[in-house]
């Protein structure tokens, strides 16, 4: 079975610091790493992926994730943090290996950057 | 450059009325699905569909109906609404073949409330 964990709920940063959204995984194969962003009262807009190669993926907006398969991780980072950040913020995983035709998808993060 | 589209954006059902949420894409892609979005939850997958003529259920299907009208539309139906249903609802669509790699695009969601 595959899954995905969020394990904050809510990340406040300060304007111009470093963030870090964490999200760890579950697959029994290679997985399929995604984060989404959703901005208040609109669908979830794609940032980046990992499918294979570097294990540092740049994406939209200035974030980049980094793929840790030791810790079966996929935080989400970006080196200096924008008001117009503040947004919920989705991991999601795909194991490619077990057929599986479905996203599954983390219960987000809360990111607040402080002005 | 509409992307999803989707109606309506708000409505309230009492208990056991239907309603059918339509959703249509404008960017020829092959796949479809509908999601809902639950507080605490995630997002979790109700029914997809991989290309015209053809539509699966995923994680969540009980009490949903859903028809791939032509490549553009994608409708979910539900017959007899139920409090458990009340959600936020959101139709994707993507370029590749449902299980690749490819990244999904949100229509902005409907907020269904049963009474």
């Known amino acids: 079975a595959q899954s995905v964990a969020q394990p904050e709920d809510q990340v406040n940063v300060a304007e111009g610091n470093p963030l870090t959204v964490k999200c760890t995984y579950s697959?029994?194969?290679?997985?399929?790493l995604f984060w989404y962003v959703q901005y208040p009262n609109r669908g979830l807009q794609f940032l980046l992926k990992?499918?294979?190669?570097?294990?540092l993926v740049k994406g939209s907006y200035g974030f980049e994730a980094e793929f840790n398969k030791s810790q079966t991780s996929f935080h989400l980072k970006k080196p200096s943090a924008l008001v117009s950040d503040s947004a919920l913020y989705f991991c999601?995983?795909?194991?490619?290996?077990?057929?599986?035709?479905?996203?599954?998808f983390g219960t987000g993060t809360r990111l607040t950057v402080i002005p | 450059n509409a992307g999803v589209t989707q109606t309506p954006k708000f409505q309230v059902l009492k208990t056991g009325q239907s309603m059918t949420l339509q959703c249509a894409q404008d960017?020829?892609?092959?796949?479809m699905y509908w999601y809902r979005q639950d507080p605490g939850m995630g997002l979790r997958l109700i029914y997809y569909?991989?290309?015209?003529?053809?539509?699966d259920k995923g994680e969540v299907p009980n009490g949903y109906n859903v028809s791939r009208l032509n490549k553009r539309e994608f409708s979910l139906r539900l017959e007899s609404a139920a409090p458990s249903q009340t959600s936020v609802y959101f139709c994707?669509?993507?370029?590749?073949?449902?299980?690749?790699?490819?990244?999904?695009?949100f229509g902005s969601g409907t907020q269904l409330s049963v009474l």
């Open positions: 697959v029994s194969g290679n997985p399929y």
């Open positions: 994707a669509s993507s370029d590749g073949w449902v299980g690749t790699n490819e990244k999904l695009f």
């Open positions: 990992y499918i294979t190669g570097d294990n």
């Open positions: 999601a995983v795909r194991d490619p290996g077990a057929g599986a035709n479905n996203l599954f």
């Open positions: 960017m020829n892609h092959n796949s």
């Open positions: 569909s991989a290309s015209e003529g053809t539509t």
